[in-house]
């Protein structure tokens, strides 16, 4: 097996890995369908989704979230970006790319 090979699957496997905390992938698939990937996630008209936002609807604590944010950001599903007070979450839409050529083999 060539080496990009096998850094492709350890990238994969550091993913799977990051998903498979339920609360995680409860996270990432709120932040995936909330909006357009590649888009900051909008909560409502007015807020955008945010570390705090994100825990409300998925009965998690704020600092609980914290730590799955960062283990997505970390594995390559998530960006982030500081606005103020605020840390503003939103899918890689090239991850998802990669996750939908990755299954269709």
Known sequence: MSNNKNEKLEKF??????LSNANRLKIFFSLATCCKPGTIGIIDSSETACVGDIG???DIVPSTVSHHIKELRRA???K???????IECWVDP???????IFFSF
């Open 56 to 58: 409300k609807g998925l």
């Open 76 to 78: 390559g599903l998530i």
């Open 94 to 100: 090239d991850i998802l790319e990669e996750l939908k």
């Open 80 to 86: 982030t970006k500081r606005s103020g007070q605020n």
């Open 13 to 18: 496997a550091d993913i799977f890995k990051a």
